[in-house]
């Protein structure tokens, strides 16, 4: 879980030494990750059909994906690789939401005080000299929310296939979903009319880099370590993903923090901890 944790954390950085159009850099990295997954398949002799009710329910996860993506990457651009992510993690709290209005969850009370630590540390990070921001950075705070929202939806399309147990693999669904993915993404760049060739060798060692180590190692490494660990250690390494994603743009692309932006930072880890991190049972496990 910690290597995934590093694994996927320079995500973003790949995304950003690529340097390409977002949804050519999303396109890439689904359709690699994808093809790799599918071939694991082949490999291990696991099926890839089911129904079409759960191949339905694949594409919207797809699409849900799809749009993760899309306002990601534009968000990378924008605002940077670290503060990006971080934003993407708000997640955490719309899938609390979504479990309170769709699955009946019960919401602790170290929610609430997860949420509000957060949203204080966002507005830290953000939010005080907001009006003095560029309009492309706000807009990249925009698309950094919107990014948790689609991840969101793209949670909860495959909790609903996972929970068949007649249904495929875990490795199945996720590789079916990646090329859907990809297959949306490239619909998106050919309507913007973007070009999908590569310029340069190092865009295409950063977009297989993202696409077989992150897309693929991370996941299943994610995938094979939870259910052998407890909550709170899941919970604090994958905390690991947001912080180090932060301390690669600040080493790599030398973004500037001041220490507002250190507190703001440590406000919605801890918020984000808080949120994600049940309480521990004995022999509790995910």
């Known amino acids: 879980m910690l290597v995934a944790a590093i694994i996927i954390s320079t995500s973003s950085v790949w995304v950003k030494t690529a340097a390409v159009a977002p949804s050519v850099s999303g396109f890439y990295r689904m359709f690699?990750?994808?093809?790799?997954?599918?071939?694991?398949?082949?490999?291990?002799?696991?099926?890839?059909?089911?129904?079409?009710k759960h191949l339905l329910w694949l594409f919207l996860a797809g699409f849900f994906f799809a749009c993760d993506l899309f306002f990601w990457h534009r968000s990378i651009f924008f605002v940077g690789p670290g503060l990006a992510t971080v934003l993407g993690n708000f997640q955490v709290f719309f899938m609390a939401l979504a479990g309170y209005l769709f699955y009946r969850e019960i919401i602790r009370l170290t929610f609430f005080i997860g949420l509000i630590s957060t949203m204080t540390g966002l507005f830290l990070m953000v939010g005080i000299n907001w009006s003095d921001l560029t309009g492309d950075y706000q807009l990249g705070v925009i698309y950094g929310i919107l990014t948790a929202v689609a991840y969101t939806g793209f949670m909860l399309s495959l909790r609903h296939v996972q929970t068949d147990e007649s249904g495929l693999s875990a490795i199945a669904n996720l590789g079916i979903t990646s090329i859907f993915t990809a297959l949306i993404l490239f619909a998106e760049l050919t309507i913007e009319g973007l070009d999908i060739v590569l310029p340069n060798t190092q865009a295409w060692v950063s977009l297989l880099i993202l696409g077989v180590f992150c897309q693929v190692i991370g996941?299943?490494?994610?995938?094979?370590?939870?259910?052998?660990?407890?909550?709170?250690?899941?919970?604090?390494?994958?905390l690991l993903q947001p912080a180090l994603s932060m301390l690669w743009d600040v080493l790599f692309f030398y973004r500037p923090m001041s220490k507002m932006d250190i507190i703001g930072l440590g406000m919605v880890l801890f918020g984000v901890y808080l949120a994600t991190v049940k309480k521990r049972a004995k022999k509790s496990h995910l």
């Open 219 to 238: 996941w299943l490494l994610i995938t094979q370590s939870m259910p052998k660990l407890s909550t709170s250690i899941v919970g604090v390494l994958l």
């Open 32 to 52: 690699i990750g994808g093809t790799v997954l599918l071939a694991i398949c082949f490999i291990q002799r696991l099926r890839l059909w089911h129904n079409t």
